[in-house]
């Protein structure tokens, strides 16, 4: 990745972004007419905080402190012209959800990875402080199995010292290697601080070509 990628992503960022939908179900979907980067990640992972902070945008998606309450998938047009899709996929592995909640989940994003042709990429996120986690496993084998290629990237990394940063990354990059539809490099952010987001505005340009 070269500067120029970086800068030439700051550009596409710095353009609109706007909603564009909310999709409770595979029938509201948008035509999949452009292509698509998707986030998931565990409840209070940081997905909110990080797609505000990438797009610049403090109230872009809503950070929430009811964690599992939406159950939908949300398309955000950016660029202009139109270069791409954010997804925000609902989060997962959130304490004391209803099975049914589970469930609806496991169908939605499944049937979503699965069928879904302007999918280029999906980013996981991973909190830095606590690693990958068996549900965030869950994730990356639907993943891998629906063939979406995917990237890890560590979210809230201005939380935990350099030492542990690093050994977390190490450790997560090394799973990834062993993961089939995985991308072998890992990329930590922090929301707060701004750390790495330059270089996940590139990672979402590059993979919608
Ligand atoms: N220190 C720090 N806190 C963060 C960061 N990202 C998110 N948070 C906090 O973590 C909590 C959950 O964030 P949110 O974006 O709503 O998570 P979501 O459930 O994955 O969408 C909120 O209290 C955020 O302020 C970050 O990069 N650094
Ligand atoms: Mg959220």
Known sequence: MTDDDVEAARKVFAGPVAFLKSAPALEYLPDATVPEVA??????????????????????????NTPGRTQELNFFDVGEPLRLRLVDMPGYGFAKAPPEVVRRWRFLVNDFLRGRQALKRALVLIDARHGIKDVDREIMAMLDKAAVSYR???????????????????????????????HPDIIATSSEGGM????????VVEAVG
Not at 39 to 49: D, E, I
Not at 153 to 167: F, I, Q, R, S, Y
Request: glycine share 6%; no cysteine; hydrophobic share 50%.
């Open 152 to 182: 890890l990237v560590l979210t809230k990394a201005d939380k935990v010292k350099a030492t542990d940063l690093a050994a977390v990354s190490e450790a997560t990059a090394a799973e990834a290697r062993k993961r089939p539809a995985a």
């Open 39 to 64: 986030f998931a990640g565990r409840s209070n992972v940081g997905k909110s905080s990080l797609l505000n902070a990438l797009t610049g945008r403090n109230a872009l998606a809503r950070t929430s």
């Open 196 to 203: 790495g987001l330059a270089e996940l505005r590139a990672a």
